[in-house]
Every structure is written in structure tokens, then in C-alpha cells.
């Protein structure tokens, strides 16, 4: 079968797991090879209770059939949507490489300003092709709306390439969608634009706006804090945006960036470009102020480091392996678990990296209280920066805000140590306007001793 003149390859019966890359509340993904096969691909199952949640199995068909029909070269490409011992997951495109938001922590004060700018000149590409895209049905396209775009949704190659990924909350139109499309405010907090608060239905301006707020992240390192209601949005915008001037561009340069920017993010979505727009805009920016994006250098420079240095283990020690050997069979034979570890080895325990590093890691408290017992020492300078984070005055507009469940959680971490610094943190969390993050407080200050 095809798409587009794209041949798809082959339905593969087994993979071999070479990478368990992450787990979430939705699914786990890990990477492989196809039986039969010498390339790598990403796949993605959903946890068994996922999986038995109706709306959740339509998105995640949608976002298969979605994928599976767009073919280019800035988004990633689904392969198969399967069903495995009754399990479903989606096989797609493999990107060695890393996601902006990683590419923003080492980089704090913003990426490169060429940089920045071809990479949403690119995403604006991909958006405004899966918005026009056919489907093959029927004729019409498939104005798809991705919903989600912010840095941890853009990924980066070793080689350069810009890859668009989670079209899992999409909203779109092609003959066999089964997930409701109403606009359900399911986005990332911080990058929602105005109106999805609103009982009206989403367009392409949402996906505008997020990206807009990902250009702003990426020139600066700095998050735009923006008000929710229209009262008062377009000027804290134009507030905020004062303070966006990249060293390597001129003040003419720098001023026309912030009019693009506040063209995207304002809050009345009529008024905003539409996807083709923004890529022309920085297009001829680019080539007026003679900025040359170069993304292989800079992939080798500073993508490559990144995914080289990730955290790995072998993936049949992986703690969460045990809800994917069902991959790891062949034709007619029994799971591979005869080449696994002895009864007397013992899973590896993963690092408190890994487990931060992965979405919602916060709801897994249970978890990360066995990983700190079993780890012994460790490190509590994440924790402490969450709570910097959320007790950073709220005139820092710059600052990312925590979440109130994770800075819970990191004051539930630091009880067992309530070093002085966790101390005269926890203090200023005791008014938290939450109130599990209140009692937290207070549970971490009642342990001092």
C-alpha cells in the first residue's frame, strides 16, 4: 500500500527492542528492528490501561492514520499502526537526535539566531503541509491541526533535520477519523493560545500562536509568561517582547523579530499569519539580515553530544521491559527471555535523571520513593531547583512555572534531607496558594531536626 507515491514498508511480526527511550501515563516508547529488517524504528504502546480506554485508542489510531498519510520531510512518518498479543502500537520513523527543550537546557540563554528561526521556518513548513495535505480518498485535505507544538514536540537530527512529532491530540478531517474532533483543551500549559479556552472551534491560528511562543524560547532561553484573557494579553506582549534582542542582530533586526513574533502571539487569531506566511516571513528575514542556518554544524556541534551522552542500559534490564517483551518474539517461538539476565541478576536501577526526565514523572511518587531508597545517594539539586522555581516572584515573567504536583513532589523528596536551603524554600512554599503543595511544605519543615 501507498501514500502519495510513498511505498510503505513491509507489516512486520517481531522486532528486536535495542532502546527503551521513555514512559509516560499514555504508553512506553522504545526503539528496534523490524524482523527481517536492518533499520531502526520508534515504537510507541499504550499501558494496558491506556489501551482499554476507548477515547484514548481512537486518538491514538488517529494520530497513526494521520501520520501514516503525510509524508514530509519535517514531520515524522508513521509506518504501521499494530496489534501485537492483543496489544496496540504504533511503528514509525526512528530520528536519532534530540528535542529542542533539551537543546534549550544546554543552551540557557537561547539558540544561535539563525538557528532559532529556520527551525520554525521549518515546523511552520510541516504544519502548513498537514493542513493542506490530501488524504488519496477522497480529494479533500485533511486540515490537520496539530494542538501541541512547543519545543519537546520539535525534534532535531544528528544530521540537521527538523522533524515534527505527537500529533496525538490533532484535531483533523479524512473519512475514517474515529476521536471526536471538538477543540478539547488538552495542549501544553504556557503554549495555549487565548481562544482555547473558548467554546469556539480550533483552526490553524492556535498551532500559529505556539509557535510564536517557541520562537520567542528559542532566541532567548526565556518562557513568555502571556495573560489568558484578552483584556490586557497584547500588552503585556509587547511588555515582555521589549526584552527580545539577540546580540548577534542589529536593533532594525532585532525590532522586526519582535513585530513577527507579536504578529503570531496576538491575541485576536484573525489577525494572526498563516502558517505559509510565517515560513515566507522568516524566509526573507533570513536572507535580508544574511543569516545562514547552518543545521548540520550545528547538529554535529551540539544535537549530536546530547544523543550520544543519553541515558542507555541494556533494555532487557530496563524496569519497564517487562511490559514490552511481548515484541520479542519470532514465528512460532517463545519470547527471547532465555538470553535475559539469570535469576540471580537484578534489574539495573535507573538513574534519577532518567526517571525526571520522563513525562509526569511527578504522579509516580510511589516510584521515585523506591528509586531514592534504592539509590541511597543522590543528588538533590533538582528538587532544590524546582522549588527556586516556584518561588521565584511572579514579576519574572522569563521563569517556566512549575507545576504545583511537581513541586510537591520535590518537597516530598526533600523531607528525608531538608538541607538548609530545602529549608528556607519549604518556608516560602507554606502559603502556596495549593494546597498539596502547602501541606508539603509543612510535612518537610515538621522534619527538620
Known sequence: MTHSGVDVPPVPKSFEIKEILASGNYGTVCVAIPAGEDRLVAIKVLNADQAANTKVLR????????????????????????????????????????????LIRHLRSGLPPAIALDIVRQVALALHAAYTALTGDDGLPMRIIHRDIKPGNILISTAGEVKVVDFGIAKAEFEDREAYTASMVMGSQGFDAPERLDDVSDSPAVDVYSLGLTLALLLTGKMLVLPRLPVRHDEVLATQLNYLRPADLDEAQQSRLRELISHMCTCERQNRPRHRDVSTSIAAFMEEAQLKADMVGFAQQFVSPIYQNRPRSNPKRHPLYGTLEFLDIHDGESPLMATTMSPTEKPAIPTLEEFLSQPDWEKRRRELKELLDRLGSWDTAPFLAILQRATTSKWHFWVTK??????????????????????????????????EVREAAKNLLSNQG
Do not use: C, F, W
Open 59 to 102: 486518538r491514538t489510531r488517529d494520530e497513526a492514520r494521520i501520520l501514516n498519510r503525510l509524508n514530509h520531510p519535517n514531520i515524522v512518518h508513521v509506518d504501521h499502526l499494530l496489534e501485537l498479543q492483543g496489544k496496540p502500537l504504533v511503528v514509525m520513523e526512528y530520528v536519532a537526535g534530540a528535542p529542542v527543550d533539551a
Open 402 to 435: 512549575e507545576r504545583p504536583a511537581r513541586v510537591a513532589a520535590a518537597l516530598l523528596a526533600l523531607r528525608t534531607r531538608p538541607s538548609r536551603e530545602a529549608v528556607v524554600l519549604a518556608k516560602k512554599l507554606k502559603s502556596h496558594e495549593d494546597k
